[in-house]
Nanobody
Framework: QVQLVESGGGLVQAGGSLRLSCAAS????????MGWYRQAPGKQRDLVAS???????NYADSVKGRFTISRDNAKNTVYLQMNSLKPEDTAVYYC??????????????WGQGTQVTVSS
């Protein structure tokens, strides 16, 4: 079982940037797809971005052109670079491990989450 630990959240002004990191335990990291979700208060948890074991990426329309997901298999770490942040990006961000099937990403495990707050 892969364990995930997120870091890098915090408070930033609108227009600013943050980089989230997710460190994974276990030696099967490189074989797994990974994803970032977010959940704002009172809302459902939504997929923000995913990356396959081969490095193919997919993004929610709301973050395309602003966020970039990447992975470093040597470090068992996945990143989410967030630029041009908006107040509506405020949420708890969760790292996930999962699988991709017919171009869709399905999470199978979660980190504990990290808070991102964007002030206007």
């Amino acid at each position: 079982q892969v364990q995930l630990v997120e870091s890098g959240g915090g408070l930033v002004q609108a227009g600013g940037s943050l980089r989230l990191s997710c460190a994974a335990s276990g030696n099967i990291f490189s074989a797994n797809a990974m994803g970032w979700y977010r959940q704002a208060p009172g809302k459902q948890r939504d997929l923000v971005a995913s990356i396959t074991s081969g490095g193919s990426t997919n993004y929610a329309d709301s973050v395309k052109g602003r966020f970039t997901i990447s992975r470093d298999n040597a470090k068992n770490t996945v990143y989410l670079q967030m630029n041009s942040l908006k107040p509506e990006d405020t949420a708890v961000y969760y790292c996930s491990v999962g699988i991709t099937l017919t171009a869709n990403y399905y999470p199978t495990g979660w980190g504990q989450g990290t808070q991102v707050t964007v002030s206007s």
